[in-house]
């Protein structure tokens, strides 16, 4: 509670790096909405999109999942074959039935060999596997952990300012994780904005708070037009998707909400926030993008509830990641990058 208190202080009331700067102001009577107000009108699409979805199922089928655990999972919840819901249970509703200790520990699913998010519903019978950060071989949950960092990056500077500053999200840049950061391209009316160490730590507290708010990643595909007419408002989402339904060749867009946050994500992310313990946003530097021109870059480095670290090792990890990463923002087709992605493999 303090934390977020402290937080508005330095962000909403303009912070040292902010006071006196330039501000575009958005507010209904000037005919635009605030972040606040964008972020109750795509959570009201999000949430009639999802019913209507919802609705096309006139009737409960039944479908088999044959569940292999980990050798550590106790006597009796190694193998499990469950009767569930088709597009309606969830790789997190079957590890509900299995024990607690595996629904809360779980980051991601595999199903039938294939990444799959914890709350996406299952559509047919599969084999499913839990994974979580602990894992002899963690890369899935890895990833999934990174562009869940990404992601709440977005949120935090979508949440973080006064209605009176101008803030748009641009995109997250693909990234490694071998790179030590992950991103997040923002445009935002402050001219030569170098926040000051205080402002990070308001922002990571933003981040560092999510643990605590117990928020579920919640996916839903939704056409091109549902997804456009959600991000109308913003024309740097709007050209970004555009252009990953020109290269994808598909009409469907990956959405996630968080809370009353929705953004697009490749996916999958990790279950829920409570997965998250430290957060840090570790830089802000202005970029010059192909596609947005002059943007600032946030990055950031998170480290899951899972993993225990001595804070001196965290903090050089941070310095770490404060360093610029030029990582340009490249959309490549669907064959180009499944290509790129086994090639990181091998």
Known sequence: MLAKRFCNLCLRNGGNGIKNKQKCFYSS????????????????????EKAKQLSFIKRLEKISVKYSGHPEIREGEGNVELLMNKHVSTPYNCAMHISEFLMKRSVVALVDGEPWD??????????????????????????????????????????????????????????????????YDVNIDIPDWKPTQMELNCLSRVGGCIWMKNLDFEPLDVSGDVALK?????????????????????????????????????????????????????????????MFGKVYRVQGLALPIDLKMHWWVWEFLCKRAAKPNKQPIKYKKEAQLKQILEMNQN
């Open 29 to 48: 009577s000037s005919g635009k909405l605030t972040n606040a107000e964008l972020r109750k009108k795509r959570n009201a699409i999000f949430e009639e």
């Open 230 to 290: 959600m991000f109308e408002d913003n024309k740097y989402k709007t050209k970004v998707l555009k252009q990953l339904l020109d290269n994808s060749g598909r009409d469907s867009i990956s959405l996630y909400r968080m809370g009353d946050y929705v953004d697009f994500n490749k996916g999958p992310l990790i279950s829920n926030t409570s997965q998250i313990h430290r957060y840090s946003v570790t830089s802000v530097h202005q970029v010059e993008s192909d």
């Open 118 to 183: 914890m709350h996406r519903p299952l559509v047919d019978d599969c084999d499913l596997q839990l994974k979580h950060m602990l894992d002899e071989d963690p890369a899935v949950s890895n990833h999934a952990f990174w562009r869940t960092g990404s992601f709440v990056l977005g949120y935090i500077f979508d949440t973080a300012f006064k209605d009176n500053v101008c803030v748009e999200l641009c995109d997250y840049p693909r990234t490694k994780v071998e790179h030590g950061c992950f991103l």
